[in-house]
Structures are given as structure tokens and as C-alpha cells.
């Protein structure tokens, strides 16, 4: 609504205010609260945070020693010793909490896979709290070189952050597969480990292409890439949808956002994925063939509707889907079928668009996407509540007690941590748009090349080839015809010229407006014909 602020500022700098209860004008009448700060980087997060109502950091009041002199009874004594063995810790360039570590073992019969996951639920009882306040976050919020943590950071960073050189406390799956990738039997434990080293997804890709065998990182690393890629073809087979889809990164240096661009897909990514899908399988099998009461990640199957869509969209690209009984089996032989095409990213998109949302659940109904009649998440509770709730799930079942939760608690939990894990996705989308108009305010009147991207009822999305960002070309802007939108048909047709936009069209375009406030770019169609 509109309202009257005390004092002359710019409305653009303007973060929080709020009402005095007074009019002028007729007007309610507010007080500026706060306003933003010179520094862009800073006033972007802080607009996001106010904007989808994020918590705020934690105090540094908490302290090591009283989260250690908590534990005690099993925490302490029943615990498997797995610091003999060579483990390592694989994450992203800045990560400070690292949740999990891997270990790996080769022999005759096959694989023996180690995923040790931080055992938060060590340190935090069910209802203090601080477990009252983590179930309020919900997750942790990462927002550009910021994150909102779900957990203070005397956790998160260093009591449970399996940091190198170090003893940490863990939750461990250890898995038998034959040497086809199979399962043969599994166990869980509390443990500990000594993690040998730190490694960054990109140390460990160098170590492999490096192939030094002196190196006992290269050992673990090449024997890691060797099974997982076992166990990636034989989950395809098995109807997993592996999508190729870049994603986008923000780009910092020094602290100040430089640019954005596509994530790089390296094999130590594809190493610790497929090693933490095989824990969370198998942790969810296992909790669920006991009858012990669980959160379950759940993903619901395409709908028949949605289909029949994507059946229409690639026959007027010419592809012809051949029908098969498994969904994900065809889905999959599309995926392959435009590998290369300059499309590839667009059919993609339509196929992850239309898969329906995944959620937590106390129902164990498996996950479409990847293939799993089960699924969990288990291995990261330092940014996620749910995989702390079937940390302490598995416990019991461990220790044979009762249940840690009743299905009823468990269902008003995952109904919870659905939303905010909801909350943390838009508000990570809202940065990234915000970053984008930064970038493109510096190209105003400049002509790029990009891909359709989406069609709406109000304009045409373009996707730009050269800088990963997303724009509009609003249907106003399209005066040399009257254009019909045909949503379903992902199609803008012009009624008398039969001028056509379709998605995965390549076009030119020229950059009309930028504007971090509204969050929107618009581009204007160049014509060159």
C-alpha cells in the first residue's frame, strides 16, 4: 500500500520501516527502520533476508565444552573405531561445515564403502532448545559467499564439521556391493574417524588426472571413481533420470561479486553424489524394513498429463518418443536422445519442470527421480533437520529402544521442513536474480544471443548464450503483429503474419532495462531478417 516515510530518502535504499499508527493525508503515515548499506553485496543480502523473513545469525554464545560435557551413556562408549582406516573429506572451494567423509575398501568379493556422516544428534537432545530453534530454520540458508546456518557455528563449523587431522564423531554406513555394483549387506554404527584430508572438488579432480600412485589420496580416489561409476550406470538402467542441466554460480573474489557462471561439472561432484545416494538408499531400506517410524525424502511420480506434454513439445522438434512401460526409462531415452542439440538444455528443463516437487514424509513411497523405491536423507544434519530426525530414528532402531518420534510428530516435521526448505530455494532464486540485473545494468542497449526459455502468458523468456542470465521480452514490446500465447504448446504465434516463437528457439535480442529493485530484465526481439 501506499505510505507516507518521514524524512527525504531515496526509496531504492529504503530496507525496513514500519507504521506509527498516525495519518497524513489520509496516508499512513511510517518510520524508516533501517536503510540499505553502500556496500551492494551486503544491502542484497540483507534485502533478501528481510524479504523472505529469514532468521537472523546466531549469538556467539555458545561454547565447546558445554556441548561436550553433555555426552555421555552410548554416545561415548558404543562406538565403532574407524580412524585406522584412510578417509578424506570432498567439498566445495570455501565449505566450512563438512558433513560427510568417505572411506573405501577393494577386494575379491567386490566394494566395501564407508560414509561417515557428522553425528550432530550427539550434541543435541530432542526438544532442547537449540533442536527447537534448528526445526524452526529448517536448514540452513545459502545466500552468494553468505550463509544463515542452521546449527551456531561452534557446531557447524568445528565440534561436528568432520574437519581434517581431528577426531569427530559420526554416524556410519558401511556397505558390501559385488563387483557389479550390487548390494550385498550393510550396518550402521555410531563411530569415529580421523579425517586424513581436507580435499576440494577440484584438488580432487587434479589428483586424478594427475595419476600419481605415490599419492594415497590418488588410491582412495581413483578406486572411488571406479565403483561410483559402476554404480551410475546401474542406477540408470534401473530408470534413475540423470538430467543435464548446468548450473550457475555466483562468482566472488575478495569478498565482492564479480560475475556469474556455469557451475563445472567435475567426477569428484559425480564421486561423493553417487557415494551419498548408496547411504541414503540404504539407511532408508533399512529403517523401514524394522517398521521404525521415519522421515522418508519423497518424490511422486510424473503425472500422466504432464507426459502427454512433453510427448507434444518434442514431436513439433521432431523427436518421436518410443513408449515404454518404466517412465523414467523413457524420460531417460529423451535426455539421450538430444545430447549435443542446441535444445539439449531446454528439454531438459521441461522434463525437471515437470516433475513434481520432492518433500519429506513419513510414508516411504521412493523417489521418482532417481529411481529408488527408498530414500532418505541422511547424510547431511549439519545444514538439514530431517537428516538429524533419522539420525536419531536410526539410532533406535540401533539400539533396538522405542521410537524416537511417532509418525504424527514425524508428519507435522516434514510438513515444516518442506516449507522452509521451500523458503531457502526463493530466497537463493531471488539473489540470483537480483545479481543478474547488477550484471546487465552494465549492458543496456547491448545485443546478445540466447535461447527461448520459457513462454508465459505476458511475454517470452530468453535465456543469454554468453552470460547465464534470464530476461523478458514482454508481448507489449511485440508490435508488429497480435500474438496468441499457447502455454500448453510452449508457442507464441502471430494471428496474421504466422510469425513463430517457440522454446528452444535461438534468437538476438537487445537489453531495454535492468532493475535490482523489481528484480526483472527486459529484453526487445531484433529481428534480423
Known amino acids: 500500500p501506499n505510505v507516507i516515510c518521514r524524512g527525504q530518502v531515496n526509496s531504492k535504499s529504503i530496507l525496513k520501516i514500519e507504521l506509527t499508527g498516525k495519518t497524513i493525508a489520509s496516508l499512513p503515515e511510517c518510520e524508516i527502520v533501517s536503510t540499505a548499506s553502500e556496500d551492494p553485496d551486503k544491502f542484497d543480502f540483507e534485502r533478501v533476508v528481510l524479504r523472505h523473513r529469514?532468521?537472523?545469525?546466531?549469538?556467539?554464545?555458545?561454547?565447546?565444552?558445554?556441548?561436550?560435557?553433555?555426552?555421555?551413556?552410548?554416545?561415548?562408549?558404543?562406538?565403532?573405531?574407524?580412524?585406522?582406516?584412510?578417509?578424506?573429506?570432498?567439498?566445495?572451494?570455501?565449505?566450512?561445515?563438512?558433513?560427510?567423509?568417505?572411506?573405501l575398501e577393494k577386494n575379491s568379493d567386490g566394494y566395501i564403502l564407508y560414509v561417515h556422516i557428522a553425528d550432530v544428534s550427539a550434541y543435541i537432545s530432542k526438544n532442547s532448545p537449540l533442536d527447537r530453534e534448528a526445526l524452526n530454520?529448517?536448514?540452513?540458508?545459502?545466500?552468494?559467499?553468505?550463509?544463515?546456518?542452521?546449527?551456531?557455528?561452534?557446531?557447524?563449523?568445528?565440534?561436528?564439521s568432520l574437519v581434517p587431522h581431528k577426531e569427530r564423531l559420526t554416524l556410519t554406513a558401511v556397505m558390501n556391493y559385488d563387483s557389479a555394483g550390487r548390494i550385498k549387506k550393510s550396518y550402521f554404527t555410531r563411530g569415529k574417524i580421523y579425517s586424513d584430508r581436507r580435499l576440494t572438488y577440484n584438488l580432487a579432480d587434479k589428483i586424478l588426472d594427475e595419476n600419481s600412485t605415490s599419492d594415497e589420496s590418488y588410491s582412495l580416489l581413483s578406486e572411488l571413481y571406479e565403483f561410483t561409476k559402476i554404480l551410475k550406470e546401474r542406477r540408470i538402467e534401473n530408470g534413475r533420470i540423470d538430467l543435464n542441466l548446468s548450473d550457475n554460480v555466483l562468482v566472488y573474489?575478495?569478498?565482492?561479486?564479480?560475475?556469474?557462471?556455469?557451475?563445472?561439472?567435475?567426477?569428484?561432484?559425480?564421486?561423493?553424489?553417487?557415494?551419498?545416494?548408496?547411504?541414503?538408499?540404504?539407511?532408508?531400506?533399512?529403517?523401514?524394513?524394522?517398521?521404525?517410524?521415519?522421515?522418508?525424502?519423497?518424490?511422486?511420480?510424473?503425472?500422466?498429463?504432464?507426459?502427454?506434454?512433453?510427448?507434444?513439445?518434442l514431436n513439433s522438434l521432431g523427436i518421436h518418443v518410443k513408449k515404454q512401460k518404466d517412465i523414467g526409462k523413457t524420460l531417460q531415452d529423451i535426455i539421450s536422445s538430444v545430447k549435443s542439440r542446441e535444445y539439449e538444455q531446454v528439454v531438459n528443463f521441461i522434463i525437471l519442470k515437470s516433475m513434481m516437487q520432492a518433500y519429506y514424509d513419513v510414508e516411504p513411497i521412493g523417489h521418482f527421480g532417481l529411481g529408488f523405491d527408498d530414500y532418505t536423507h541422511f547424510t547431511s544434519p549439519i545444514r538439514r533437520y530431517p537428516d538429524l530426525i533419522v539420525h536419531r530414528c536410526l539410532k533406535t532402531m540401533?539400539?533396538?529402544?522405542?521410537?524416537?518420534?511417532?509418525?504424527?510428530?514425524?508428519?507435522?516435521?516434514?510438513?515444516?521442513?518442506?516449507?522452509?526448505?521451500?523458503?531457502?530455494?526463493?530466497?537463493?532464486?531471488?539473489?540470483?536474480?537480483?545479481?543478474?540485473?547488477?550484471?546487465?545494468?552494465?549492458?543496456i542497449g547491448e545485443l546478445f544471443e540466447g535461447i527461448i526459455s520459457s513462454i508465459a502468458s505476458f511475454g517470452i523468456y530468453v535465456t543469454l548464450e554468453k552470460i547465464p542470465v534470464e530476461g523478458m521480452i514482454p508481448l507489449k514490446l511485440?508490435?508488429?503483429?497480435?500474438?496468441?500465447?499457447?502455454?500448453?504448446?510452449?508457442?507464441?504465434?502471430?494471428?496474421?503474419?504466422?510469425?513463430?516463437?517457440?522454446?528452444?528457439?535461438?534468437?538476438?535480442?537487445?537489453?531495454?532495462?535492468?532493475?535490482?529493485?523489481?528484480?526483472?530484465?527486459?529484453?526487445?526481439?531484433i529481428n534480423l531478417l
Open 478 to 525: 511485440l508490435t508488429d503483429d497480435f500474438y496468441l500465447v499457447k502455454e500448453d504448446d510452449y508457442t507464441v504465434i502471430g494471428r496474421r503474419h504466422g510469425r513463430r516463437f517457440i522454446l528452444g528457439d535461438k534468437i538476438m535480442i537487445k537489453v531495454i532495462r535492468s532493475d535490482y529493485v523489481s528484480m526483472q530484465i527486459d529484453f526487445e526481439y
Open 253 to 313: 573474489e575478495d569478498n565482492r561479486f564479480t560475475g556469474i557462471k556455469p557451475a563445472k561439472r567435475l567426477k569428484s561432484h559425480s564421486i561423493i553424489e553417487e557415494c551419498m545416494l548408496s547411504a541414503n538408499e540404504v539407511v532408508s531400506k533399512a529403517i523401514k524394513d524394522s517398521g521404525t517410524a521415519s522421515l522418508y525424502r519423497i518424490h511422486e511420480d510424473m503425472s500422466a498429463e504432464n507426459i502427454l506434454k512433453i510427448k507434444k513439445f
Open 54 to 103: 529469514l532468521p537472523d545469525m546466531y549469538e556467539n554464545t555458545y561454547r565447546e565444552e558445554d556441548f561436550i560435557s553433555q555426552l555421555g551413556g552410548r554416545e561415548i562408549s558404543d562406538r565403532k573405531d574407524f580412524t585406522g582406516i584412510y578417509t578424506v573429506t570432498i567439498d566445495g572451494e570455501t565449505a566450512k561445515d563438512f558433513d560427510d567423509a568417505v572411506s
Open 398 to 443: 540401533i539400539d533396538k529402544d522405542k521410537p524416537a518420534y511417532s509418525k504424527e510428530e514425524l508428519a507435522i516435521i516434514g510438513e515444516k521442513t518442506s516449507k522452509t526448505e521451500r523458503f531457502a530455494q526463493k530466497a537463493e532464486r531471488d539473489l540470483y536474480k537480483i545479481k543478474s540485473c547488477r550484471i546487465m545494468e552494465n549492458h
Open 137 to 160: 530454520r529448517g536448514n540452513s540458508y545459502y545466500l552468494g559467499n553468505r550463509v544463515i546456518p542452521m546449527l551456531p557455528e561452534v557446531l557447524s563449523n568445528n565440534l561436528c
